[in-house]
């Protein structure tokens, strides 16, 4: 019990300073993600913007392209922050399209997303729970 506390406070602070580097000139809205793999490693996101707009990428799918991109597969939680620049950090859930890619890569009914507000503060919910009736890789009887 301690020890999940403990992973989804450092997770939540290893967020938090990839923060920090948001690149979020046109919303202002900065997010950051710490990504942990099943082997224990940490992949941190932030939210990386464009003067297009559509290429702009969420923080979280900045952590698991990094991640997946050096080789993992296999994911054992995330942690999000967000909030607007020189605000208080504010709840946040991920955009349904970085639901579609942990849809792809986690597990469905136990894949804890842990949306910060500081790293005491905090909510955790399944992928289950933030997209029902996902579609992914076994509805196509893909076992990976
Ligand atoms: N954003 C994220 O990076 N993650 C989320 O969970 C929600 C939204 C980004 C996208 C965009 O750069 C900015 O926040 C405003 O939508």
Known sequence: MD???????DLIRLAYEAQKRSYSPYSGFQTGAALETAG?????GCN???AGYTPSNCAERTAFFKAVSEGERSFAAI????????????LTAPCGVCRQVMMEFCDYETFPIILGT?????????????LPLGFGPKNLNIEL
């Open 3 to 9: 020890s999940q506390k403990n992973k989804a406070t």
């Open 40 to 44: 224990g490693k940490v992949y941190q």
């Open 48 to 50: 990386i913007e464009n």
């Open 79 to 90: 942690a999000i922050v967000a909030g607007p620049e020189n605000g208080d950090l504010v």
């Open 118 to 130: 500081s790293p005491k503060d905090y909510k955790i919910m399944t992928l289950k729970e933030i």
